[in-house]
């Protein structure tokens, strides 16, 4: 009886390893385990048969169960892990690196916001600090106190769109040059970007758009300095071989007032983008606006308390949709504000 | 301002090129912006002279001409004109030629004849109005030459940009003083003689308002002929864009773009009385101007009156009752000076800016408008066969009075930055014509008195700096000081700004930019509070005639346009200010910085390996969540009911402050912006989070040194119960060895029906931060807690 039990018991070992041999699957071979080694498996049926043994008989079958299970546990786990090892290796040999991936979206910051970051950086990197302010501005702060009383004829240089008589949207960015002016004391170095508004709407004017507003006031201020600060600034956005031209200009609350040219970066300079092809960016004259400013005007200081005696300053103002365009190579300004995600994406 | 080259070389004997010329006039601050030939487009034709001219056979108005234009072979042209005859000179649009009306010559038969080109009248030459027959040239011109050169049309026209402040340049005589000192070559003035005869005009009275008028003159020119002015002065306006009208118009319009002193001329037969009055309108007063049009006036208009009547609008344009006509013979020539802002007033008001407003809104030189008026008469009796009467009537309350300004050379280096010797300084100055005593510092300038902009010694450091060349002005780097005492003063909003847009990056968002404006409509459509609009009184149009109040409609303009683009997934998000009435403000108006996030479409992009689903409330929510923890803070999230475009809508709190509300578009509202499925949105105060965020502190927290055990407890949890609630409830109790709680797992059994409960997985994390944690310990924490909430809430074990 015990030597059946035992025979019986041993047989199981070469059962499973034959069957373990046919197996080609984790499946199957889990599927042996628990025929074999699990809690109702062949192993357990025949150990139930333990309790009709006599007491005497039970340290030998028991042992034997237990010999038995271990020689199964060790088949079985040679078995998995060479089925492993083979699976791994087929992984590794169908490994397909071209297979699509999961990747996170991709966000994209607005061409005016890179562009006004690029700026501001330039000039925080000089020790300007950065300020903003409402872009619903009264009469003083964005007219009167910049030299341009009621019928001036610069009035009409940016027609405004207005709330009330004496309040409107900000025409330009140089309001923040009055608000700074009368918050603060000289010296002071700041730039100020932001949204501003113009009562127009053709193929290359949006009624919003963008500025960045430069303001320098100490004691010796000089317009080589201001030349100095925007020739770091063109070079660093454009390329150090950017050419930088002024030419005098007018604007109420700058004196003198130049406009900055800097040489096409389209054609290089050159008017031409082929031998014999005009450049339409810069009409052929090798070189494009980019930016007005001066030294601040002495009404100005007065309108804010300054003493034009004791302090000298500059200004100066760009458009950011401009800068982005010659950037980028963007031709048509209305892009900027119809939000199409084709456009937007390319600036992530 | 067009200039011709020709004219100019009138003033200056400017010899070299067109470019260097404008290069010079461009780094003088009087941009070019374009040099063209003004009659480029008759550049191929030529000069014919007819041979031979027959009547055509089929027509018994078209005549059949053989006309020579120095080429080997004549052209045979076929002509319509009645006066066309042979032995005629005739200018001839070869086959090819582009008409100035746009119209191309081609080979043509007609009438069975073949016409290689066409001979032309002065109309459809662009040069004039006669369009009764073809132009009959000078006879002794020779066949073959250039159309252009046998009229004298050879000119160059420089487009120059004059700035407000050089009234002075909006003349040939005023562009020729920059050419004269930039090129120092000397400048020549018309000689001016007018041979006076007659009677003298002294009978006439003028009075003028001295406070908008400081000087008004006029001459009488007697028996003028009106007709067309002579060829070579309708050729000069035309090249400068003017339209020729009639001798005595064409000779004011000339001297005006010549001297620049606007001129008016007035039908003397057709003024009442003897008296010309400068004197303001009455409120509401009616008065018909040349050009046809009924103004209504108001009493801030300065008017022109005759005895009787007001006979022009000062400045700005002449009366109808008394301009000039084919019948006038007798001309009373105006040369005034009105004041600026009341000339700009009126031209804007009435929308009315005319060639001789434009001048005057600028300013005019009071000293040269003697030497416009009599040029103006001289002309009127050389070409229109006038008699100039002995006189002038004039009134001039305010002489002209030069300033004295002070200038110093070592202020002009100081705000230069670049050295300007004294001896530059003095030529300079002279040359720009201004009278310079430089005995003693500061020397005296007195600038000359078309050069009403120079006012203080800035200006004149300004001249100095044009003359040397702002270019030439060498940078140097400055070093920005600060202050110590404005350290504090830092404006952080930039830079918090900044961050949320790189978070928004970052998070896979598109940044939008909208504008600030939208129309009345889009609020109302969107629900919200008509309240405290900040409306624009003069919008472009009604769809951007209010300030956003709400984001919300420019990003929904954003979403249908990329839906109306094909686009099936928009994830966007802008950072703008909304702007509301505030009568506390110095601009009436609190501008809020704003964050608003929209969401639509696909949670991932519609392809392998992503899994499908749409966007949902959990999208929104976490974003949010995830923008609150890359500040260090933490929102509460509730359901409100008052929302007016969100269902439904959630409020964000953090602490005690309300900082914005998540939720779902309404579908009826998402709808009218193309979107069929659900569109997510969240608004958030930015100016509020700064505030929080400028709070927050890291501090932080000990790693813990002791392993957890979890523990996972389902629940049935009823749909009316919020999930978070049994998390409050589980914290009720302060169990310090709870580390974390979360939901593991949710399934809804019988979705869709009334007695549907969701099974919640929740996960306890337990953990002492002494010692290793034992199965015992956390089994009676655990059932602690089981028995607590299953007692507080109505929650079952399924």
Same mark, same amino acid.
């Given at each position: 009886?015990?030597?059946?039990?035992?025979?019986?018991?041993?047989?199981?070992?070469?059962?499973?390893?034959?069957?373990?041999?046919?197996?080609?699957?984790?499946?199957?071979?889990?599927?042996?385990?628990?025929?074999?080694?699990?809690?109702?498996?062949?192993?357990?049926?025949?150990?139930?048969?333990?309790?009709?043994?006599?007491?005497?008989?039970?340290?030998?079958?028991?042992?034997?169960?237990?010999?038995?299970?271990?020689?199964?546990?060790?088949?079985?786990?040679?078995?998995?892990?060479?089925?492993?090892?083979?699976?791994?290796?087929?992984?590794?040999?169908?490994?397909?690196?071209?297979?699509?991936?999961?990747?996170?979206?991709?966000?994209?910051?607005?061409?005016?916001?890179?562009?006004?970051?690029?700026?501001?950086?330039?000039?925080?990197?000089?020790?300007?600090?950065?300020?903003?302010?409402?872009?619903?501005?009264?009469?003083?702060?964005?007219?009167?106190?910049?030299?341009?009383?009621?019928?001036?004829?610069?009035?009409?240089?940016?027609?405004?769109?207005?709330?009330?008589?004496?309040?409107?949207?900000?025409?330009?960015?140089?309001?923040?040059?009055?608000?700074?002016?009368?918050?603060?004391?000289?010296?002071?170095?700041?730039?100020?970007?932001?949204?501003?508004?113009?009562?127009?709407?053709?193929?290359?004017?949006?009624?919003?758009?963008?500025?960045?507003?430069?303001?320098?006031?100490?004691?010796?201020?000089?317009?080589?300095?201001?030349?100095?600060?925007?020739?770091?600034?063109?070079?660093?956005?454009?390329?150090?071989?950017?050419?930088?031209?002024?030419?005098?200009?007018?604007?109420?609350?700058?004196?003198?007032?130049?406009?900055?040219?800097?040489?096409?970066?389209?054609?290089?300079?050159?008017?031409?983008?082929?031998?014999?092809?005009?450049?339409?960016?810069?009409?052929?004259?090798?070189?494009?606006?980019?930016?007005?400013?001066?030294?601040?005007?002495?009404?100005?200081?007065?309108?804010?308390?300054?003493?034009?005696?004791?302090?000298?300053?500059?200004?100066?103002?760009?458009?950011?949709?401009?800068?982005?365009?010659?950037?980028?190579?963007?031709?048509?300004?209305?892009?900027?504000?119809?939000?199409?995600?084709?456009?937007?994406?390319?600036?992530? | 301002?067009?200039?011709?080259?020709?004219?100019?070389?009138?003033?200056?004997?400017?010899?070299?090129?067109?470019?260097?010329?404008?290069?010079?006039?461009?780094?003088?601050?009087?941009?070019?912006?374009?040099?063209?030939?003004?009659?480029?487009?008759?550049?191929?034709?030529?000069?014919?002279?007819?041979?031979?001219?027959?009547?055509?056979?089929?027509?018994?108005?078209?005549?059949?001409?053989?006309?020579?234009?120095?080429?080997?072979?004549?052209?045979?042209?076929?002509?319509?004109?009645?006066?066309?005859?042979?032995?005629?000179?005739?200018?001839?649009?070869?086959?090819?030629?582009?008409?100035?009306?746009?119209?191309?010559?081609?080979?043509?038969?007609?009438?069975?004849?073949?016409?290689?080109?066409?001979?032309?009248?002065?109309?459809?030459?662009?040069?004039?109005?006669?369009?009764?027959?073809?132009?009959?040239?000078?006879?002794?011109?020779?066949?073959?030459?250039?159309?252009?050169?046998?009229?004298?049309?050879?000119?160059?026209?420089?487009? !120059?940009?004059?700035?407000?402040?050089?009234?002075?340049?909006?003349?040939?005589?005023?562009?020729?003083?920059?050419?004269?000192?930039?090129?120092?070559?000397?400048?020549?003035?018309?000689?001016?003689?007018?041979?006076?005869?007659?009677?003298?005009?002294?009978?006439?009275?003028?009075?003028?308002?001295?406070?908008?008028?400081?000087?008004?003159?006029?001459?009488?020119?007697?028996?003028?002929?009106?007709?067309?002015?002579?060829?070579?002065?309708?050729?000069?306006?035309?090249?400068?864009?003017?339209?020729?009208?009639?001798?005595?118009?064409?000779?004011?319009? @000339?001297?005006?773009?010549?001297?620049?002193?606007?001129?008016?001329?007035?039908?003397?037969?057709?003024?009442?009385?003897?008296?010309?009055?400068?004197?303001?309108?009455?409120?509401?007063?009616?008065?018909?101007?040349?050009?046809?049009?009924?103004?209504?006036?108001?009493?801030?208009?300065?008017?022109?009156?005759?005895?009787?009547?007001?006979?022009?609008?000062?400045?700005?344009?002449?009366?109808?009752?008394?301009?000039?006509?084919?019948?006038?013979?007798?001309?009373?020539?105006?040369?005034?000076?009105?004041?600026?802002?009341?000339?700009?007033?009126?031209?804007?008001?009435?929308?009315?800016?005319?060639?001789?407003?434009?001048?005057?809104?600028?300013?005019?030189?009071?000293?040269?408008?003697?030497?416009?008026?009599?040029?103006?008469?001289?002309?009127?009796?050389?070409?229109?066969?006038?008699?100039?009467?002995?006189?002038?009537? $004039?009134?001039?309350?305010?002489?002209?009075?030069?300033?004295?300004?002070?200038?110093?050379?070592?202020?002009?280096?100081?705000?230069?930055?670049?050295?300007?010797?004294?001896?530059?300084?003095?030529?300079?100055?002279?040359?720009?014509?201004?009278?310079?005593?430089?005995?003693?510092?500061?020397?005296?300038?007195?600038?000359?008195?078309?050069?009403?902009?120079?006012?203080?010694?800035?200006?004149?450091?300004?001249?100095?700096?044009?003359?040397?060349?702002?270019?030439?002005?060498?940078?140097?780097?400055?070093?920005?000081?600060?202050?110590?005492?404005?350290?504090?003063?830092?404006?952080?909003? @930039?830079?918090?700004?900044?961050?949320?847009?790189?978070?928004?990056?970052? !998070?896979?968002?598109?940044?939008?930019?909208?504008?600030?404006?939208?129309?009345?409509?889009?609020?109302?459509?969107?629900?919200?509070?008509?309240?405290?609009?900040?409306?624009?009184?003069?919008?472009?149009?009604?769809?951007?005639? !209010?300030?956003?109040?709400?984001?919300?409609?420019?990003?929904?303009?954003?979403?249908?346009?990329?839906?109306?683009?094909?686009?099936?997934?928009?994830?966007?998000?802008?950072?703008?200010?909304?702007?509301?009435?505030?009568?506390?403000?110095?601009?009436?108006? $609190?501008?809020?910085?704003?964050?608003?996030?929209?969401?639509?479409?696909?949670?991932?992009?519609?392809? @392998?390996?992503?899994?499908?689903?749409?966007?949902?409330?959990?999208?929104?929510?976490?974003?949010?969540?995830?923008?609150?923890?890359?500040?260090?803070?933490?929102?509460?999230?509730?359901?409100?009911?008052?929302?007016?475009?969100?269902?439904?809508? !959630?409020?964000?709190?953090?602490?005690?402050?309300?900082?914005?509300?998540?939720?779902?578009?309404?579908?009826?509202?998402?709808?009218?912006?193309?979107?069929?499925?659900?569109?997510?949105?969240?608004?958030?105060?930015?100016?509020?989070?700064?505030?929080?965020?400028?709070?927050?502190?890291?501090?932080?927290?000990?790693?813990?040194?002791?392993?957890?055990?979890?523990?996972?407890?389902?629940?049935?949890?009823?749909?009316?119960?919020?999930?978070?609630?049994?998390?409050?409830?589980?914290?009720?109790?302060?169990?310090?060895?709870?580390?974390?709680?979360?939901?593991?797992?949710?399934?809804?059994?019988?979705?869709?029906?009334?007695?549907?409960?969701?099974?919640?997985? @929740?996960?306890?994390?337990?953990?002492?931060?002494?010692?290793?944690?034992?199965?015992?310990?956390?089994?009676?924490?655990?059932?602690?807690?089981?028995?607590?909430?299953?007692?507080?809430?109505?929650?079952?074990?399924?």
């Amino acid at each position: 009886m015990t030597n059946d039990i035992i025979g019986t018991l041993e047989s199981l070992v070469p059962e499973l390893t034959q069957a373990l041999g046919q197996a080609s699957s984790l499946d199957e071979v889990e599927a042996l385990r628990v025929r074999f080694l699990g809690r109702k498996g062949l192993l357990a049926e025949l150990m139930s048969g333990m309790a009709a043994l006599s007491p005497e008989e039970r340290p030998a079958v028991g042992k034997a169960a237990n010999t038995v299970k271990t020689a199964m546990t060790v088949v079985w786990e040679e078995r998995v892990q060479a089925l492993q090892s083979v699976m791994q290796d087929q992984a590794l040999e169908f490994f397909d690196p071209s297979a699509p991936s999961w990747r996170p979206d991709r966000g994209s910051l607005h061409p005016v916001t890179r562009v006004m970051r690029e700026v501001c950086s330039v000039f925080t990197g000089l020790g300007f600090e950065v300020v903003s302010g409402p872009e619903v501005e009264n009469d003083f702060t964005n007219f009167e106190a910049l030299n341009l009383p009621p019928e001036h004829p610069a009035r009409d240089m940016q027609d405004t769109l207005y709330i009330s008589d004496s309040i409107l949207l900000r025409t330009h960015t140089s309001p923040l040059q009055v608000r700074t002016m009368l918050a603060r004391k000289p010296p002071l170095g700041v730039i100020a970007p932001g949204k501003v508004y113009r009562r127009d709407s053709d193929i290359t004017h949006t009624p919003m758009f963008h500025q960045i507003e430069g303001l320098l006031v100490d004691t010796h201020v000089t317009m080589a300095d201001l030349r100095g600060i925007l020739t770091a600034f063109v070079q660093t956005v454009f390329g150090h071989d950017t050419k930088v031209r002024f030419r005098p200009s007018f604007f109420p609350f700058t004196e003198p007032s130049a406009e900055v040219d800097i040489s096409c970066v389209i054609c290089g300079g050159s008017g031409k983008t082929a031998p014999d092809t005009a450049c339409r960016v810069c009409k052929e004259t090798g070189w494009v606006e980019i930016l007005g400013c001066g030294m601040v005007d002495p009404a100005v200081f007065a309108k804010v308390g300054y003493d034009p005696d004791i302090y000298t300053g500059f200004a100066f103002g760009l458009g950011v949709e401009r800068i982005a365009m010659l950037k980028y190579g963007i031709g048509d300004l209305r892009m900027f504000f119809e939000n199409d995600l084709r456009f937007l994406g390319q600036f992530a | 301002m067009l200039l011709s080259l020709s004219w100019l070389r009138e003033f200056v004997p400017y010899t070299g090129e067109v470019s260097a010329l404008a290069d010079t006039l461009t780094m003088l601050g009087l941009e070019v912006e374009e040099v063209r030939n003004p009659f480029a487009a008759l550049d191929t034709l030529v000069v014919g002279h007819v041979v031979k001219c027959a009547a055509h056979p089929e027509s018994d108005h078209l005549s059949v001409c053989r006309v020579d234009i120095g080429a080997e072979a004549a052209l045979d042209i076929v002509c319509g004109a009645p006066n066309v005859a042979a032995g005629q000179k005739v200018p001839v649009a070869p086959v090819g030629t582009i008409m100035p009306d746009g119209l191309e010559i081609k080979k043509a038969k007609l009438r069975g004849q073949t016409s290689c080109g066409m001979i032309c009248s002065e109309r459809e030459l662009g040069l004039g109005e006669g369009h009764a027959g073809i132009m009959i040239l000078d006879a002794d011109l020779q066949p073959g030459i250039k159309l252009s050169a046998a009229l004298g049309l050879e000119d160059t026209v420089l487009d !120059v940009s004059i700035t407000p402040n050089r009234a002075d340049c909006l003349s040939v005589l005023g562009l020729a003083r920059e050419v004269a000192a930039a090129f120092a070559l000397p400048l020549t003035m018309p000689a001016v003689q007018v041979r006076e005869s007659g009677e003298a005009f002294t009978q006439f009275r003028i009075e003028v308002d001295p406070a908008l008028c400081p000087l008004y003159q006029a001459r009488l020119i007697r028996g003028v002929r009106i007709g067309p002015s002579p060829a070579w002065l309708r050729y000069r306006l035309l090249a400068v864009g003017l339209r020729p009208i009639n001798t005595v118009v064409d000779i004011t319009n @000339y001297v005006m773009l010549e001297l620049g002193q606007p001129l008016h001329a007035f039908d003397r037969d057709r003024l009442e009385g003897q008296r010309i009055q400068v004197a303001l309108a009455t409120e509401g007063m009616a008065f018909t101007t040349l050009d046809g049009q009924d103004r209504v006036l108001t009493a801030r208009d300065l008017l022109i009156w005759d005895d009787v009547r007001p006979v022009a609008l000062a400045g700005v344009m002449g009366g109808a009752n008394s301009e000039i006509t084919d019948q006038s013979s007798s001309v009373v020539l105006e040369s005034a000076v009105f004041d600026p802002a009341s000339v700009r007033k009126t031209a804007r008001r009435l929308g009315l800016s005319s060639d001789a407003s434009f001048r005057f809104e600028r300013g005019v030189d009071q000293v040269g408008t003697s030497l416009a008026m009599n040029r103006a008469a001289q002309l009127m009796a050389e070409l229109a066969g006038g008699q100039v009467a002995p006189g002038v009537a $004039k009134a001039e309350p305010h002489p002209f009075v030069a300033r004295t300004l002070g200038f110093t050379p070592a202020k002009a280096t100081r705000l230069l930055g670049q050295t300007m010797d004294e001896a530059f300084c003095q030529s300079t100055l002279e040359r720009l014509g201004c009278t310079v005593s430089a005995a003693a510092e500061p020397w005296e300038v007195v600038p000359p008195s078309f050069r009403l902009d120079l006012e203080r010694e800035v200006d004149l450091i300004e001249e100095v700096a044009r003359m040397y060349g702002m270019d030439r002005i060498e940078g140097a780097l400055p070093t920005v000081q600060k202050c110590l005492h404005d350290l504090d003063k830092v404006d952080p909003t @930039y830079a918090f700004l900044s961050q949320i847009k790189d978070w928004g990056v970052g !998070v896979g968002l598109a940044e939008a930019v909208n504008y600030s404006f939208v129309g009345t409509a889009d609020l109302d459509r969107c629900g919200v509070n008509d309240q405290g609009r900040v409306l624009i009184c003069n919008p472009l149009s009604e769809d951007m005639n !209010v300030l956003r109040t709400d984001l919300a409609p420019g990003l929904f303009n954003t979403l249908r346009h990329n839906i109306s683009q094909d686009s099936t997934r928009v994830r966007v998000f802008e950072v703008a200010h909304t702007f509301v009435q505030d009568a506390q403000s110095d601009t009436q108006t $609190k501008e809020n910085n704003r964050l608003a996030i929209l969401l639509h479409g696909g949670r991932f992009p519609g392809r @392998y390996p992503y899994p499908h689903g749409q966007s949902e409330y959990a999208d929104i929510k976490g974003l949010v969540e995830h923008l609150l923890g890359t500040l260090h803070l933490s929102g509460s999230f509730c359901r409100t009911p008052e929302h007016p475009f969100l269902l439904p809508a !959630v409020s964000v709190q953090v602490g005690h402050d309300m900082i914005g509300w998540i939720g779902r578009v309404r579908p009826d509202l998402a709808d009218t912006y193309l979107a069929r499925g659900e569109v997510w949105y969240a608004d958030l105060d930015l100016d509020v989070l700064l505030r929080l965020y400028g709070q927050t502190q890291i501090v932080f927290a000990p790693i813990p040194k002791y392993p957890v055990i979890r523990r996972d407890m389902t629940l049935a949890v009823p749909l009316s119960l919020p999930l978070e609630q049994v998390v409050h409830t589980v914290r009720e109790i302060q169990e310090s060895l709870l580390d974390d709680i979360f939901i593991a797992d949710i399934y809804t059994p019988d979705a869709g029906t009334a007695e549907a409960v969701r099974n919640v997985t @929740y996960r306890f994390v337990y953990r002492h931060a002494e010692k290793t944690l034992k199965d015992k310990d956390v089994d009676k924490v655990h059932s602690r807690i089981a028995q607590h909430i299953t007692g507080q809430l109505p929650i079952r074990f399924p």
